[in-house]
């Protein structure tokens, strides 16, 4: 079965570092890959998707993702990073064959920001 | 943009009470969708639904029932409420099932059982 594996729960950075969020899929077959968001008291906000045919795929604010299929990974980037990103971050994957289309989601990585 | 509306951002019952949670979403979404989200364990789903009257379990639906008697509205029913059930529960919707479709969230309910 599909599993998805965020590598550390909790990431903190200064304000202007570079953000890395890690998150890794077991499918051998590549599965559709989602980044979601959720701030404090709020729902999941899609940050971006992959489309098949590109590996890196840009987001809304500043985010963008690298699909490596010989890494099984998806690792969330952004180049410098804002108080205002301070949220909850959670990789999802639906596999293509997966009956009823069903996302499965990581543990989520709760990011902080340090000014 | 898609609205995905839940009735309640916090909501507190009693220890085998029946517990209704409303959802409803404004863009013809044909597929709904029930989690709950627990601290370090992300989201499990709970139901799921392609269609009016349609349902299927997910992964985690004992003690929960769910009905969807028109397409836009989607509840989600604790039978008899019980303390393991305290948590924050949210709703999806997405136009189709699969691809890349993605899941428009709600802003969740958090629910406490006493």
Known sequence: AQSVTQLGSHVSVSEGALVLLRCNYSSSVPPYLFWYVQYPNQGLQLLLKYTTGATLVKGINGFEAEFKKSETSFHLTKPSAHMSDAAEYFCAVRDPGNQGGKLIFGQGTELSVKP | DVKVTQSSRYLVKRTGEKVFLECVQDMDHENMFWYRQDPGLGLRLIYFSYDVKMKEK?????????????????????????????????????????????????????LSIL
């Open chain 2, 58 to 110: 997910g992964d985690i639906p004992e003690g929960y029932s769910v009905s969807r008697e028109k397409k836009e509205r989607f509840s989600l029913i604790l039978e008899s409420a019980s303390t393991n059930q305290t948590s924050m529960y949210l709703c999806a919707s997405s136009l189709w099932v699969g691809g890349n479709q993605p899941q428009h969230f709600g802003d969740g309910t958090r």
